[in-house]
């Protein structure tokens, strides 16, 4: 949790007066987005992705990858024909491959997918590829990807800073042997989907053996296992009958794809949760029948809490009862989730006890300390345990809601102030990183 400025804006969150009726459009999926993006880059022929998430996130990772050389030729549209996704509001990037070059400087800002997406992306370059970014990004583990790497042939200098984290050189070489490694991605998920996003490209594959702890965040590694055998790549995977903990990418080309992202189901959360902290009806467009992102979790965490919902030919249909209940649950492989349903316990009935986000601590921000220490000065009795955070709902106040540059901080006290007047979000801006629409759409949804 880093020190906020005392001088960011204040946002004075919204107070719902009523049931909100609402039907929110809820921009594409960052993880989607961002995994499509490298695979794409990596493709031996040209491909399009439509209805990209336009955010801080995105657009880094799409920066980063053109300063290596990939063309990425943004479209927009008005006629589905052309670059329409489903409701023909059509923005398309085209992504044209043509080798991956250095020297070149990645800004990673906060972008946990870059910061680890791309240095494998970067082995296969054919010069130096600098990376830093945002102070934050220092204290976010990186070692998993670095050191699998050495281990698989890379040239990486991370002296600049403290050992196995940013700033760092990948100092490619046009190729990667690749092979076997191990590693511990108990504080990630997001390292063995680095290197199994960019394992097609190294000269044997790769076999990734997770040795360790818990490993959080499993939809986040089917997403990647699915999006790379949608364009073409062989992949062994644990649940496909192979060894517990162990995934395997063949070695070989990549094909480029029309893809159209999903909404981002867990930017859909504080809508849904206005809701059911209103007592009111909330319509996501778009909705996928079968997804790998975890906030589709979300239909039966909220529905335990007192909502309900039914996929409809419009979208999901979220209802709130005008209860909220408390929860009991493990969080483990939904981590993203931890702020919106912290908040929406903060307003229950009865205690919640989530559990299983111990890694939440090297989020964007030290998540369970930020919500704990926002949620008390408002009133509220959070306390951190080993694992997650205990909540026991208690009548809240107004107050300043500190977000310490974590979008879901914002996001997260944006839900509460519906319930409680005179909630204050510090720099709700930073739902830029992966929602810069948000401040409109909270609005719009409630009419205003
Ligand atoms: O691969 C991804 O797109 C993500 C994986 C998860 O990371 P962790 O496993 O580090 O929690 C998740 O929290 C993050 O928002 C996105
Ligand atoms: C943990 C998150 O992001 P990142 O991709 O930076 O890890 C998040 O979006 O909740």
Same mark, same amino acid.
Do not use: C
């Given at each position: 949790m880093t020190e906020t400025p005392a001088h960011t804006a204040l946002?004075?969150?919204?107070?719902?007066?009523? +049931?909100?009726?609402?039907?929110?459009?809820?921009?594409?999926?960052?993880?989607?987005?961002n995994r499509a993006?490298?695979? +794409?880059?990596?493709?031996?022929?040209?491909?399009?992705?439509?209805?990209?998430?336009?955010?801080?996130?995105?657009?880094? !990772? +799409?920066?980063?990858?053109?300063?290596m050389g990939v063309g990425i030729e943004e479209t927009v549209s008005s006629s589905s024909s052309v670059a329409g996704g489903q409701d023909g509001t059509g923005e398309a990037w085209r992504v044209i491959p043509?080798?991956?070059?250095?020297?070149a400087t990645v800004d990673v800002g906060n972008a946990g997918t870059v910061m680890r997406f791309l240095p494998p992306v970067a082995a296969l370059a054919d010069?130096?590829?600098?990376?830093?970014?945002?102070?934050?990004?220092?204290?976010?583990?990186?070692?998993?990807?670095?050191?699998?790497?050495?281990?698989?042939?890379?040239?990486?200098?991370?002296t600049r800073g403290t050992p196995g984290a940013l700033p760092l050189t990948v100092h490619g070489c046009g190729a990667l042997e690749g092979g076997r490694v191990e590693i511990d991605a108990s504080s990630s998920s997001q390292f063995v989907s680095a290197l199994l996003l960019s394992g097609p490209g190294f000269n044997q594959g790769v076999e990734v053996r997770h040795v360790g702890g818990a490993l959080p965040s499993m939809p986040h590694i089917r997403m990647t296992v699915d999006m790379l055998r949608s364009v073409g790549a062989q992949v062994d995977t644990p649940e496909a009958g192979g060894e517990p903990n162990v995934w395997r990418v063949t070695p070989g080309a990549l094909l480029g794809r029309d893809l159209t992202v999903e909404p981002d189901l867990s930017n859909a959360q504080p809508f849904l949760a206005a809701a059911l902290v209103t007592g009111g009806t909330v319509t996501i467009p778009d909705w996928p029948a079968h997804t790998t992102q975890p906030g589709d979790a979300l239909r039966e965490i909220f529905t335990e809490m007192g909502g309900s919902c039914e996929l409809t030919e419009q979208g999901l249909v979220f209802t709130g009862s005008g209860s909220i209940h408390g929860i009991d649950v493990d969080l483990s492989e939904v981590g993203e989730l931890t702020p919106g349903i912290a908040a929406v316990a903060a307003l229950a009935d009865a205690p919640s006890t989530l559990r299983g986000v111990a890694h939440l601590r090297l989020h964007e921000t030290d998540r369970l300390a930020a919500l704990t220490k926002e949620i008390n000065e408002l009133g509220g009795d959070v306390t951190e345990t080993s694992d997650g955070l205990h909540i026991k709902p208690r009548r809240l106040h107004g107050g300043i809601f500190h977000t310490y540059?974590?979008?879901? !901080?914002?996001?997260?006290?944006?839900?509460?102030?519906?319930?409680?007047?005179?909630?204050?979000?510090?720099?709700?801006?930073?739902?830029?990183?992966?929602?810069?629409d948000f401040p409109d759409l909270w609005t719009g949804m409630l009419g205003n």
């Open positions: 946002w004075p969150a919204p107070h719902a007066s009523g +049931a909100v009726t609402a039907t929110v459009h809820v921009p594409g999926s960052k993880s989607v987005t993006l490298v695979l +794409a880059a990596l493709a031996a022929e040209p491909g399009w992705l439509r209805r990209p998430l336009r955010s801080r996130d995105t657009l880094l !990772m +799409a920066g980063a990858l053109r300063a043509s080798g991956l070059h250095g020297p010069g130096p590829i600098h990376f830093d970014g945002d102070p934050r990004s220092y204290e976010r583990p990186l070692h998993g990807v670095i050191d699998a790497l050495r281990v698989l042939g890379a040239r990486i200098d991370d540059d974590d979008h879901r !901080m914002a996001t997260a006290g944006a839900v509460i102030g519906l319930a409680v007047d005179g909630v204050q979000i510090e720099n709700v801006a930073t739902t830029a990183k992966t929602l810069p």
